[in-house]
Every structure is written in structure tokens, then in C-alpha cells.
């Protein structure tokens, strides 16, 4: 054999070697085949089937062409023409408060104050007098009927008051701006006809001066403090272990309604602490945006030992802070330019003052974090809108902050092209529209409420980027609700509100995946179904771009996928 022949076959064997090994490195772990899989990359392809290894997407492609991943050990799993989605990014949840909201009392089924009453008088039968009583989710302008006697359309505390003589209550707003209290948790208070307002609060009042049991805004604290104190009791074991179970639980409800990350709407840096304890243990099964949100005080001393800029251990990463420029429409505490419609020497709360949120924002800006304000009302936007560009000039050199306002819910129309032109991310919520669409007339007038409330469409002309939440546990987390909410715009009696302004289904689920990432800065790992990606898929029951409208609130999570692993089977439960 001359030499050049002899060359020729040992870089055969050389390339049939290299040629196996690849090959062998190529099996998946787990093959989703015979599927429609919206890959929500920008020239949103769909395709069949998708080839997953070492918690990364491996390939996309059609049923024939995944075949050559299948190995020996690969998990195949024929979908049957399921959908296939990026995993829902839930942009705007209070995680530790959704679990702990499946621990307290859940009153957002309670159709009156009656109701809300029986509830919390269920649940005295099951504790000692003197314990607590904390409830989350009712909303007076959606009692039927308005209770008797009230102010301003709140219950007045004394049914409440007499069924739990012995034990503290404090429920909750469904919007968590106010909270209702019976009589003896204002005693233990120190609540008088004398105590005045905080600033930023108020303590709602009878005709007579007294405070009849609603806490608005800032004036929480009030009770809250006393609450607190008694938590406070408890030993600093018995503190974690109250955190990690309403974690657990949050992540269990969140991975049963196909959500495989969260931005968790503002934790305080001893909740951080706990979140990175299990990280770094593997024991986070949700990937976790955690913005914080604590004191300035605190925040100056740690904002920068506390930066995870990358996934820490891919599931956690703490890169922004959470602050409040106003309270909420439902509590009339939103911000607005003009009174209330209903209560006409009324403007709502600016809730931190301008000159301390912009102390936290060259915080932020200092040490490389996002900045994301809560702004309900028109004044609330049009003043973090002046604030960010404030910011903006003074740090030039600074680009792709990326800072977001979180809830937009209610804009002038002069404002609404200022997202887009200084880039700021509207977070909203569509299932907020639905939900309070009822009401929003009543606060604000027909001509405001066109103007302004919930224009997602006006904001996407504009070229703004939106991105999807419920504000959990305001709302169900269900993303399904949400996503209907977006592109239908109607209530559950399928009355519509101002339908122009509806998302294209493309539209609302760019924003739940997509732009979620893009708002973490995290589009180069997630948010779309790419090579090398993250695995955090969703699979459906129904294909949410092209199914009847009256099919997508029957849709049914079948698997939810996270790290290339199966954290949710429908057919497991």
C-alpha cells in the first residue's frame, strides 16, 4: 500500500471516530416529537419535534430529521400534535406571597362581605383565641350586595368584629393597597379616633370620625407592625422554614400552570437569602428573577454584595429593585392627574417620596441594577417617566438599563409614546383589565378610561415592549386566564372592554416568553425554543395561536418542562 493510500485510510478511521463520538455525544435526553411547536424565534417558525440534552435545547426540526438524536436512553414522547411552547416567564408575581397565599385564607371568591364574614368564622373554630387571622382577595366593588353600612363603598368592621371577638383579623385588598381589621386588632393597635393619617395613608373614617376597620396604603403599617411583632417571636429556624414552604408551594402552583420562571415583584434581602441557600443546594426547581425590594438603609450597605448578575447555579438571579411610586385603583389609591370620577377631592397616594425613589435610583444605576417602579395612575407614570429620563441624563455613559414600570395600568395619552423613546418596559398585567373593568369606568370616567387604561395595543404601535404577569397573589397565576384576558379583553360574563386595544395572540405570547426574558436580560438563554437554549418548554392541550377563542380557556397544561426535565405530567395527577 503506497503512502498516500495508507493517509488516506488512517483519515478515514480518524473521521469515522470522530464521527461516532459526535454522534454518541448527540442523544438526547428527552425527544418531543409529532408536535406544533411555535419556536417563537423572530421568524416565528413552526416545527414538528424537538431534541433536548443536558438541560439545553439540542435541535428543532421536523419528526424524520430528530429521529438520528434517538439513542438508546432518550425518553421519546409522541405528542400527538400537542402545542409546544417557550416556557411562560410570569413577569410580575409576589412568589412568597402566592405561597403564603395558599396557606392564609383565600377571599377571592367571596361574593360579599357576608361571605368574607363566614369564612374568617370558619376559620376561628380552628384556632386559639389570640392567634391571627390573615386573609388576602376581596374587593369591594365587586360585593353584591355593596355592604351596609359602608364608606366609600368598604365594609364597616363591626360584623367582623363579632364573630372574632378574641382573635386579631387583617384581610387583605385583593390588590394588597388596603387591608380590612376587626376590632381587636385595632385594640391591640392602639387605634383611636386620634390616631392620625401616615403619610402616604390613610385610616378611613365614618361620618362620626371613626375608623370603621380599612387601612388604605402607607396607614397598613399601622396594624401590620403589631402583626409583625408577633412574628417576630419566632426563632430564626422556624422563620426559614415558613419561607422554603410557601416557596414550595409557589413552585408547585406555578409548575402545575405551565410557568417555568418568575420575576418575583420585590423580597427583602433576608428572603434573598433563603432563595440563594437553595439554589446553591439544587433545591430551586423555578428559575427566579428576584428584584429587591427593601429600605434604602439596607439596600446602601448590600445592594452590591447581593448582585447575581448571572443564574446562580441557572436558577437564580437578583439584578433589580422593586420600589412604589402610588397604591391602586380598586383602593382609590392610584395617582391620578385629576380627581377620582367617584370621590372628586380625591387624587390617590404618591406612596414613597419623589426624592427618595430617585436616591434608590442612582443606587441602581451605581451599581449596575435595574430600576422597576410600580405606577398604577397617570401622575404615578407621568412621574417615573420624568424620573428615569432624569436618571438617563445624568448618567449618559449608562446603556440598555432596560428599566421597567411595572403596571402602566393607566396612562395619559402624551405619556405613551415616552416608553418606547426612552425604552422603558411596561410590565402589566392583561387579567388586571378583566378583572377590574367593572370599576374602572367609575374611577376614572368613560373618556380617561378610553384614553388611557390598559392600552397595551397604543403602547405595541408605539414600540414598546410589554411584558406579561398577573401580580400573583392579586390574581390567579393561571397564565391561561391571562393570556385570554390579552387577546379577547373580556370579562367572564364575555362583556368586552375597549376591544381596540386587544394583543394579537402572537402579540401576548411574545410578552409572556420573549419579552419576559428580554426584560431579565436573559433572551440569550431563554424565551424561545433555540439551540443551546434553555429546555423550559410548556406543552398544551390546545395551540393558543390558532384554536377557537372559546377553546382557549379550556386549555389544559400537559407538561412543563424546566431544565430539559418533566417537573409537571398531567397524567400524574
Request: proline share 4%.
Amino acid at each position: 500500500m503506497n503512502t498516500s493510500k495508507l493517509l488516506l485510510l488512517v483519515s478515514g478511521i480518524i473521521t469515522g471516530f470522530f464521527f461516532l463520538t459526535n454522534t454518541s455525544f448527540a442523544q438526547a435526553d428527552l425527544v418531543l416529537k409529532n408536535g406544533i411547536v411555535a419556536t417563537l424565534e423572530p421568524t416565528n417558525s413552526i416545527v414538528e419535534a424537538v431534541a433536548i440534552k443536558n438541560g439545553k435545547i439540542l435541535f428543532t426540526g421536523n419528526n424524520k430529521e430528530i429521529d438520528k438524536y434517538v439513542g438508546r436512553s432518550t425518553q421519546v414522547i409522541d405528542l400527538n400534535g400537542k402545542f409546544v411552547m417557550p416556557g411562560f416567564i410570569e413577569s410580575h408575581a409576589h412568589f412568597v406571597g402566592l405561597g403564603e397565599s395558599l396557606i392564609n385564607l383565600d377571599l377571592r371568591s367571596a361574593k360579599n362581605r357576608n361571605e368574607v364574614v363566614e369564612l374568617v368564622s370558619a376559620r376561628v373554630k380552628k384556632i386559639k383565641p389570640g392567634e391571627w387571622i390573615i386573609g388576602r382577595g376581596w374587593h369591594q366593588e365587586k360585593f353584591n350586595p355593596a355592604p351596609s353600612p359602608n364608606v366609600n363603598g368598604y365594609p364597616v368592621h363591626d360584623l367582623l368584629s363579632a364573630a372574632t371577638p378574641d382573635n386579631p383579623v387583617m384581610l387583605s385588598h385583593a390588590s394588597g393597597h388596603a387591608i380590612f381589621t376587626n376590632a381587636k386588632a385595632m385594640q391591640l393597635a392602639l387605634v383611636t379616633n386620634a390616631t392620625p393619617d401616615p403619610a402616604g395613608g390613610t385610616i378611613v373614617r365614618d361620618e362620626k370620625g371613626n375608623a370603621i376597620g380599612v387601612f388604605e396604603e402607607n396607614a397598613e403599617s399601622i396594624i401590620k407592625r403589631v402583626y409583625e411583632y408577633q412574628l417576630s417571636k419566632r426563632t430564626s429556624l422556624e422563620v426559614r422554614d415558613d419561607y422554603i414552604k410557601s416557596i414550595s408551594l409557589a413552585t408547585e402552583e406555578c409548575l402545575k400552570k405551565g410557568i417555568t420562571s418568575v420575576h418575583d415583584a420585590g423580597e427583602p434581602f433576608e428572603i434573598i437569602d433563603v432563595m440563594k441557600q437553595l439554589a446553591n443546594s439544587n433545591k430551586l426547581m423555578i428559575r427566579l428573577n428576584v428584584m429587591v425590594g427593601d429600605t434604602y438603609e439596607k439596600m446602601k450597605s448590600s445592594l452590591a454584595k447581593y448582585k447575581i448578575s448571572e443564574m446562580e447555579n441557572k436558577f437564580l438571579r437578583v439584578k433589580s429593585i422593586k420600589q412604589y411610586m402610588d397604591g391602586a385603583l380598586g383602593s382609590r389609591g392610584a395617582w391620578l392627574l385629576k380627581p377620582y370620577s367617584d370621590l372628586p377631592n380625591h387624587l390617590g397616594s404618591n406612596v414613597t417620596p419623589i426624592e427618595e425613589l430617585k436616591k434608590i435610583c442612582e443606587l441602581a444605576i451605581e451599581n449596575d441594577f435595574q430600576m422597576r417602579i410600580h405606577a398604577i395612575g397617570d401622575k404615578a407614570n407621568r412621574e417615573v417617566l420624568n424620573l428615569y429620563e432624569n436618571i438617563y441624563s445624568l448618567y449618559p455613559e449608562k446603556k440598555n438599563l432596560r428599566w421597567c414600570i411595572e403596571h402602566a395600568q393607566h396612562l395619559s395619552e402624551q405619556d405613551i409614546p415616552r416608553f418606547a423613546k426612552l425604552g422603558i418596559i411596561a410590565a402589566m398585567q392583561p387579567v388586571h383589565c378583566t378583572s377590574d373593568m367593572g370599576f374602572v369606568p367609575t374611577r376614572l370616567g368613560n373618556d380617561r378610561t378610553k384614553e388611557g387604561a390598559y392600552v397595551w395595543k397604543k403602547l405595541i404601535n408605539s414600540g414598546a415592549i410589554i411584558c406579561s404577569g398577573t401580580d400573583s397573589p392579586v390574581e390567579d397565576v393561571d397564565p391561561i386566564k391571562n393570556f385570554y384576558a390579552a387577546v379577547t379583553r373580556k370579562n367572564e360574563n364575555g362583556k368586552e372592554f375597549y376591544p381596540d386595544q386587544k394583543m394579537t395572540r402572537l402579540e401576548a405570547l411574545q410578552s409572556y416568553t420573549v419579552y419576559g426574558a428580554f426584560a431579565s436580560f436573559e433572551e440569550n438563554e431563554k424565551g424561545s425554543i433555540k439551540n443551546g437554549k434553555f429546555a423550559d418548554l410548556t406543552v398544551l392541550s390546545n395551540d393558543l395561536l390558532s384554536c377557537n377563542e372559546d377553546e382557549l380557556l379550556k386549555t389544559k397544561i400537559v407538561y412543563t418542562i424546566v431544565n430539559g426535565k418533566i417537573l409537571y405530567d398531567a397524567s400524574n395527577k
